[in-house]
């Protein structure tokens, strides 16, 4: 059996916790910044979790992480 290939576009866009869990970055930050709040770009710098209904999916594409 041959190994797996690590799916290279999910490798720099989420990264694994401590606890196995995985982190991602949220949307919406990169352009047409003028027009949301401060409170709300400062929200969106912050890392949030992916949801569970998703980890399998991750999980294939991020064997070895």
């Known amino acids: 059996m041959p ?4 799916h290279r576009g999910a490798a720099k866009r989420f990264r694994y916790t401590g606890l196995k869990r995985v982190r991602r970055a949220k949307a919406f930050k990169s352009h047409l910044l003028a027009k949301k709040s401060s409170r709300r770009k400062r929200r969106l710098g912050q890392s949030a ?3 569970p209904a998703d ?3 991750l999980k294939r594409l991020l ?3």
Not at 3 to 6: A, G, H
């Open 3 to 6: 190994k797996m290939k690590t």
């Open 49 to 51: 979790l992916v949801s």
């Open 55 to 57: 980890r399998a999916r």
């Open 63 to 65: 064997p070895y992480d």
